[in-house]
């Protein structure tokens, strides 16, 4: 992770981040996220430690299991924990402004504006007493006080034809439950994007869906960033759909980033033992189909009770390879080779290589 | 050919809509399938939400009461028949859940639910319900000492084994599944998978397993019957169904599964809109207001489930198969 | 019929062991805690619940014990100590005639001792309370369970009495039904015993409070109905008494034991007011109501009779509760926090 200062907020900003691949500034920039909850059962590590950024235009994949921190993670950024519950620190930079410790109110008004989220759950986002239309009109003029009650509704239409939704003007004066799953999907787009936010946070936006509607649901989130240029975080346990729609991926692991890199290093030439085994445990429509799938030993880590030393070695299975080091030390994110390419594993890099040409490369997807 | 353990014709579920106190229509949920299911085959049943999969799996163990046609298993007509007929039957045919966290009841110890169905049915097994229950959960691949643990201190997984292994309490020749590892993580997934497919091979179960990833139901089944809208559009064995599908339904959905290996999305075949209510489905052909191959003859002939080339894929579409020079339509 | 050759089969699964799949869960210290045991160790770390709880506890002691009390405290309920009062029926002394003999005072014009006719006035109250909500929470959670598993016109049935009962009004029901029954069954001169207003008064709470608990048994049990659980078992050809003792009940007991432990205040008050209207129980039956009725005309000059009444009976209800909304909190610790 580059090491730069910390932005002052407001200015435009310039910071050293020796991986970026373009010359853009990142939009987002998160450094050393800790996400922390007090629970009656002890200390939950939601997320410990995490740093990525995203660039406009490109889409961050942000994969792992339940428990892994990826939702914990985008709800900090967008400022959506309970102060009272939850302890955050390190830094969140959207744009150059710095969001950990800003008052909740400015928090809010980047929400929506400059930043937005679409949940996985429309029924559950969408009000249902209000019509649709009413809602993605509200959620601009929240952002445009100016803005009459005419223009809103002009530019809420215009939303929902862009969203792919026929009739918009229809469909405009329509209730939630008069929407299909997949159309829910997309009003819930068209009121995340109605005005024009620099960044979007997806959390699973197509795990309630049919398979043909996330199809669709995908191609028109790549259409749309295409036409808005707005950096996305995609948050979802699919390796599929990350491998068709982002850019560059981060993978987590009890809270911590275990892998980081654009697609093709991280889902092609993938580096972490953990990563491996996602690989290789998903079912495929490819490939011999009476092999038995290889899953990762064991089940995921609880956070109040993380394994010491890398997070994963309990069901990892060259874990005595290091002596004790995967059970006392932490393994840092290190370059893996590749430019931009990170991972967090004590295993030696040219061993790592021959592991998984041996024994991952022939099996499950990875093939 | 070995006679089928499990016969399903014409079987149909419609759940009566009512406006005020008249009945208005119905959800045809179910409309008229069939099937066999033989001793120690695997039967995949997949599609999308509303397709009735899921309501043929509740008729099949007679939790949901068919509207018509028959169920017949082990030579017996079970469609109609009462709690105390069914109870001998109960033993061959469970079903296993789809959610690890509702399908347990949490007030009860894991040996509880595993001895449930012995002690509803007054079961003593040879050596006693506790040696049985420990038994069967090490066959399932937990410990048999937490035997007096409760569901609540279990993870996704090891519930979702708890389950499996109160379906295995009966010794039954028939299992249910539905959508029994969609709530689970991945790395979790597959080792579910893996005791389901071992447990399949050493105990000579029959399975009709239910799901919407294509996937997993191709790590899992010997056949394949794709529904759509209460209809079984495609049925076949496993390599006809995904190496040769030929119903356009079929062939949309299977290219419409992101896959890790191929980040180009070109070339797949992309279904405009959402799958219609079965409160009013299609005339016709149920399929042809998505499909880029229909014709008006799908407005007005239903197509019927026909064997092609006298094999044992049958599919219900008027024109089957690869699309032909004159229509390149559907791709984009 | 061994399972060996399978067991052997689960041994060699892949990579992953049988039993693997365990440590991880075990990692955490408790072994094998029912979710009412986790209740209990939430209940024992709330202040409120403990002090309220040890306040009931006290309650219910002095009111089973209430013969032995009186052996120790050396004086009985019906006893009159017409020497210590003064010429207007007045107790003599500070307060009330508060005195290390009798140590609330006594009552004005009969001179009996307060302290001990409380204790039998608890006992009065909490007997009546507690046979009442049992009476309710037992029929509401049959009627319940029925009307919400099996549905369809036996639960249209249980729904329309549920609804016929709370039209009716309960309190004028009550001063119509108790004077009605105490003449129908003992004539106008006979003061009906003890045991008889007791059952009608129990009678009259058992037929107005069942509706509440049905109706919440009711919603549970609908709302359980369809859990996969409950299919599982259906599945499996479990009948209707498994489904509702052996699958139902334990997981709606969590509710209705915090109703049952908040009716109990509930019915002590309306004893009470039942008392005080004068169609409860009545003098010389030592009782709450009708104590603080017959306090009421000494309230300028006699303050300490209405005093100690009126304190025991606030403590009483207030701390049952606090201990009912305790219990909630413990066994649904989503429902509050």
Redesign the interface.
Known sequence: MGRSESVPSGEPDRPEVPEQRSGEDPYLQVRDLRVRFDT?DGLVRAVDGVSFSVERGRTLGIVG??GSGKSVTSLAILGLHNAKRATISGEISVGGRQLVGLPEEEVRRLRGRDMAMIFQDPLSALHPYYTVGRQIAEAYRVHHPKAGKREARNRAVDMLGRVGIPQPGKRYEQYPHEF????RQRAMIAMALVNDPDLVIADEPTTAL???????I??LLADLQAEFHSAIILIT????????VADDVLVMYGGRAVERGS??QV?RRPQHPYTW???S??????GD?DA???????????L??LPSGCAFH??C?YAGRNGDRSRTVVPELRSAGEAGHLVACHLPADERTRLYQQDIAQVG?A? | MTEALLTVRGLTKHFPVRDGFRASGAVRAVDGVDFDVRPGETLGLVGESGCGKTTTGRMLVRLLEPTAGSIEFAGRDITHARRRELRPLRQDLQIIFQDPYASLNPRHTVGRIVAMPLQVNRITPPGGIKKRVQELLELVGLNPEHYNRYPHEFSGGQRQRIGIARALALRPKLIVADEPVSALDVSIQAQVINLLRELQRDLDLAFVFIAHDLAVIRHFCHRVAVMYLGKIVEIGDRDDIYERPQHPYTRALLSAVPDVTQTDSSGRIRLVGDVPTPLNPPSGCRFRTRCWKAQERCATDEPALVPRDGGVQAVACHFPGPDGQDSDGGTR | MSLSPIDEAALTEGPQAPGDAVPEAAAKEFVGRSPGQLAWARLRRDRTAMISGVTVVLFLVIALAAPLIERLYGVGPYQQFQGQLDGAGMPLGYAGGISGEHWFGLEPQLGRDIFIRLVYGIRTSLLIAFVAAVITAGTGVVLGVVAGYLGGWVDAVIGWIIDFTLALPYLIFALAVVPTAALRFYGPRDNPPDWFKMTVIIGIFAAFGWTATARLVRGQVISLREREFVEAARASGAGLLHMAFRQLLPNIWAPILVSFSLALPAYITSEAALSFLGVGMVDPTPDFGAMIFKSIDFMQTDPAYLFFPGVAIFVLVFAFNLFGDALRDALDPKSSR
Do not use: F
């Open positions: 009656e299991e339940s299909s799953g997949g159309m049919d398979v043909t509607v996330q199809a669709q995908l191609d346990h699919d390796l599929g759909v990350v491998s068709q697609v093709a889902l085994g996602l690989l445990s998903v079912p495929s429509l490819h189909a038995d799938l290889v899953p990762i030993k064991g089940n995921p880590p609880s109040i009770n309990p069901r299975r997807v093939r």
